[in-house]
């Protein structure tokens, strides 16, 4: 496969500075350097400076939680590309479902992020993902292509092979409560031919798609183990040393 695998953590609102070079140091002592497997963490926006720091000569990658689409002004509480680039952060998360759920952001605003992000030189990890009732009522697809079609809309070929999608079913985030292999490869293939739709098979095929909800070292090589699933966002397993790095042993040793 020409993909390399992905493992990124989202350290959401935990850690502190000195806690997130801790985790940083204690990750780096057990991965080592990392040529098979991409490795990203993305912790608070008031630990990438440090982290960024603790991540200099490491193969590990430094991403963002979110980023506001605007150069600068007034935005009171918003980041900026630039401030982002300060710290060589690599990827930025949008449309989590938290921030579509808690802070309202909808598929227009994370599409003007998405090219704000591009534009200014980094990956946007695009989370998409359908709730518990959206599921039980056979909309999971339904809302997966809407999220990911206008999540992308304007985007062209050449940007699109650097953005990688995460496939997050909203009911296996932090519930403990994964997909079964077979219900995560199916979404992912059906993202994958929504990509090949609007921007060939060619380009559809170097795009990640990680899986996210629940994602842990025990269910982890099963999930991998499908054809489009090509890492995972990590939230709770990524706050142990242990449990991320035994993640990244699984993408090394996938397929
Ligand atoms: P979880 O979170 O691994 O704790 O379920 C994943 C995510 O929200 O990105």
């Known amino acids: ?32 350097s990392q040529e098979k497997v991409e490795v990203a963490v993305c912790p608070t926006f008031t630990s990438l400076d440090a982290a960024s720091k603790a991540l200099k000569g490491s193969t590990m990658k430094l991403g963002a939680q979110n980023m506001y689409f605007e150069k600068s002004g007034a935005f009171t509480g918003e980041i900026s590309a630039d401030m982002l680039k300060q710290f060589d952060c690599s990827y930025v998360i949008l449309g989590h479902s938290e921030r579509r759920e808690y802070f309202k952001e909808c598929n227009c605003l994370i599409n003007k992020k998405v090219k704000a992000v591009l534009e200014n030189g980094m ?50 985030i932090g519930t403990g409560k994964t997909a079964t292999p077979a219900m995560a490869q199916e979404v992912h293939a059906a993202i994958r031919k929504i990509l090949a739709d609007a921007f060939g098979s060619e380009t559809a095929e ?50």
Request: with cysteine.
């Open 206 to 255: 170097k795009i990640q798609i990680l899986y996210g909800g629940s994602m842990k070292p025990e269910n982890a090589d099963a999930l991998l183990a499908e054809k489009d699933i090509d890492g995972g966002l990590i939230g709770g397993a990524a706050l142990k040393a242990d449990s991320f790095a035994a993640l990244v042993k699984s993408a090394e040793s996938a397929k």
């Open 123 to 172: 990956k946007p990890i695009l989370c998409v993902g359908e709730k518990l009732e959206e599921r039980e009522s056979g909309k999971t697809l339904d809302v997966v292509s809407e999220q990911t079609i206008k999540g992308l809309e304007g985007i062209s070929g050449a940007d699109a092979e650097k953005i990688v999608i995460a496939y997050e079913p909203v009911w296996a």
């Open 1 to 32: 496969m020409s993909r390399k695998y992905f493992i990124a953590g989202n350290w959401k609102m935990n850690k502190t500075a000195a806690e997130a070079v801790a985790l940083i140091e204690s990750i780096k002592e057990q991965i080592g």
